[in-house]
């Protein structure tokens, strides 16, 4: 058979095809028929991860329907969503696969009106750990404080970067000296340490540094340097060192730290005794600490009970701080200028009070004790009083009842006994003796008072007789004064008379 | 001749398209054809409940309902009740049948709360596909969710 067709019918028909098809093709389309791709956002999960599943429709379009289904590799369904697309046409479900998820691929489904997509992912064993890396050690150290009073305590702590109890090397240096192992502490299960140590020793800068060893696991470890610093008091203060030489031909070194503005440190050693002037603002509250080492103390054979302290000559009570190597005496004084006394070596001495005779004088006389200290105390019974902590020196002993009835004076360098012979007794029989005399007189004196007053009276009517008589010899005057002018006048006359008496008798007589 | 082979060329197209279309014709997107009235979860003793233990059944009631306005044969649909916890997948339920023009139904897809379950709060989810999505199913119904508790 022969099939011919002209070109224009052929044309026509094959556009007549064309638009069949076109259609065809098209209508799908308008019916809402889309392609879908889907995907994970990962290829291998182990069991536990969470799953994102994701995907676009073509065209783009939201709020399309989206079926998504996720199987095992059994074939089990372990994920179902429905979801819609949002703008751009994307989708998106997750899910986490169960902790047991099997092992293997699991296919992911996606289905959108007229089209199906799918991908596959694996699940599978976690992956193998990394290798442990390197070991590695390291390890800290801290001090809560680097200026320390000294016999205060300082904490020293750190952490040590392994797991599990370490223990830990702490080291210490003073000055340029050798590292030694101050102590051997246990990290905790968080690695910290901490150590509490009192550093010995006044102005005294230590190195600190902690270390732990080696071991099959780690390399050994050391922290870096903190410094501590011992001080007797915190800065500002003066400080003053005083090397002393005991008698056992060695040598210490006292020191003194004080916040007064001058500050001049000296020993005695005849006396056993350390003096330390100071001089601040007045007013103002000054503060001395004075390390005194042991050393100095067993040297001279005294221990720190037998110390005297005194404030321009007056006992105190200081603090007294034991320390490494020594005690911290504290003193606290208002500033002008001060003389601070230590006697750091004393002696005890027992005083017999003796009455005139010998015997033991009674209890409660008082004794004064003057010399570098004062005391007072009472004889007992036995007529003995004792004295303790007394500082080497010269001293004066006086025994006193109401009057002082005893006195020696004395140099005490060690400690002894010592008696003092009294006029206790002599002065008693001899007060009696007065007593009586006293009496004696005090009747003697009643009666001469008695004979004064008599006296007194006769004196007094002397005087008016006196007075009487006078007043009678003044009139017995002026009657004599009266009389002798009569009598003169009368004599004169009578000798006129005789006169002429004579004269006539004469004349009588010759008359005759 | 030329007719015939006009006639020959026509036909095959209409063939052509009897062909291609009835796989590629779907309901456009948007128009879901099924409803979900109704969602309760009951005990295997059938009480509503909220609160369940592990190992007890989960009784997701759906009423659905084809709420198409025309169709010439009934619809099938396939039930998916899926419980979760947090992202994790415990429990998935599943019921298949197909529907009518306005005929409802009330399925009752189960599930059994593993022993491993951790206590807390479940997000039930009730979804209804064309078939499995793995097999080019589709949503065809809004989903609707419910809570539910696992205690000791």
């Not at chain 1, 002209?6 to 799908?28: E, Q, T, V, W, Y």
């Not at chain 2, 003793?45 to 369940?52: C, E, N, S």
């Amino acid at each position: 058979m022969t099939r011919t067709m002209s070109g224009s019918g052929l044309s026509r028909r094959a556009l007549i095809m064309l638009a069949i098809l076109a259609f065809g093709f098209f209508l799908p389309l308008a019916y809402g028929q889309y392609g879908i791709t889907v995907g994970t956002d990962k290829s291998q999960y182990t069991p536990g991860s969470i799953v994102t599943v994701s995907g676009t429709i073509t065209p783009a379009g939201a709020g399309i329907d989206v079926g998504i289904e996720v199987r095992s590799p059994s074939s089990l369904a372990v994920w179902i969503d429905a979801v819609k697309t949002q703008a751009g046409g994307t989708f998106s479900s997750q899910f986490q696969l169960a902790a047991d998820a099997a092992y293997g691929t699991y296919t992911v489904h996606a289905s959108v009106s007229g089209s199906h997509g799918q991908s596959t992912f694996n699940v599978g064993a976690p992956a193998p750990p990394p290798p442990p890396a390197p070991p590695t050690s390291a390890v800290t150290i801290a001090v809560s404080k680097s200026l320390v009073e000294v016999g205060e305590s300082v904490v020293i702590s750190g952490a040590v970067s392994l797991a599990g109890v370490i223990t830990v090397t702490i080291q210490v240096s003073s000055g340029s000296g050798p590292w030694t192992t101050l102590a051997q502490v246990p990290s905790s299960a968080s690695g910290a340490y901490s150590y509490q140590w009192t550093p010995p020793g006044v102005e005294v800068v230590y190195s600190l540094r902690s270390t732990i060893p080696a071991s099959g696991v780690y390399p050994s470890a050391t922290s870096g340097v903190v410094a501590v610093t011992t001080t007797l008091l915190p800065g500002g203060a003066v400080n003053k060192t005083c090397n002393v030489t005991l008698p056992s031909g060695g040598t210490c070194t006292l020191q003194a730290r004080s916040n007064s503005s001058s500050v001049s440190l000296s020993l005695n050693s005849s006396e056993r005794k350390i003096s330390v002037n100071v001089t601040g603002p007045p007013g103002t509250t000054g503060v001395l600490v004075l390390f005194i080492p042991n050393e100095l103390l067993q040297g001279v054979g005294s221990t720190v009970e037998e110390m005297v302290f005194m404030i321009d000559g007056i006992e105190v009570t200081p603090t007294i701080t034991a320390v490494a190597g020594g005690y911290l005496i504290t003193l606290t004084y208002t500033h002008s200028t001060h003389t601070l006394d230590v006697y750091y070596d004393t002696h005890d001495l027992t005083v017999r009070v003796l009455d005139a005779d010998g015997n033991p004088a009674p209890a409660s006389v008082v004794v004064n004790l003057t010399g570098p200290v004062k005391r007072t105390g009472l004889t007992d019974a036995s007529g003995v009083v004792v004295f303790t902590k007394l500082p080497t020196g010269s001293y004066t002993i006086e025994a006193f009842e109401v009057d002082e009835v005893g006195r020696v004076v004395l140099v005490i360098s060690s400690p002894g006994q010592y008696s003092v012979q009294t006029t206790l007794g002599k002065i008693e029989s001899d007060y009696e003796q007065l007593q009586a005399s006293y009496q004696q007189l005090e009747a003697s004196n009643q009666q001469l008072q008695a004979n004064y007053t008599q006296l007194t009276q006769a004196m007094q009517q002397l005087q008016a007789n006196y007075e009487d008589l006078q007043a009678a010899n003044q009139r017995l005057q002026g009657d004599y004064d009266g009389l002798r002018t009569w009598f003169i006048g009368y004599g004169a006359l009578s000798v006129v008379a005789a006169v002429v008496l004579v004269v006539l008798l004469m004349r009588a007589r010759k008359a005759k | 001749m030329s007719s015939l082979v006009r006639g020959s060329a026509f036909a095959l197209c209409i063939l052509l398209m009897i062909g291609v279309l009835p796989v590629q014709f779907c309901v456009p997107n948007g128009t879901y054809r099924y409803q979900v009235q109704i969602i309760a979860l009951r005990k295997d003793d059938g009480t509503v409940a909220t609160q369940f233990t592990r190992g007890q059944f989960v009784f997701v009631e759906v009423k659905l309902k084809n709420i198409m306005s025309y169709a010439y044969a009934a619809e099938p649909y396939l039930l998916i009740a899926r419980a979760t916890y947090s992202l994790t997948m415990y429990g998935l339920g599943a019921f298949s049948g197909s529907l009518t023009t306005g005929q409802e139904f009330n399925a009752m897809p189960a599930f059994v709360i593993p022993n491993n379950a951790p206590f807390g709060s479940y997000e039930v989810k009730v979804m209804v596909f064309s078939t499995w999505p793995s097999a080019g199913g589709i949503p065809i119904a809004a989903s609707v969710t419910t809570t539910f508790t696992v205690i000791p």
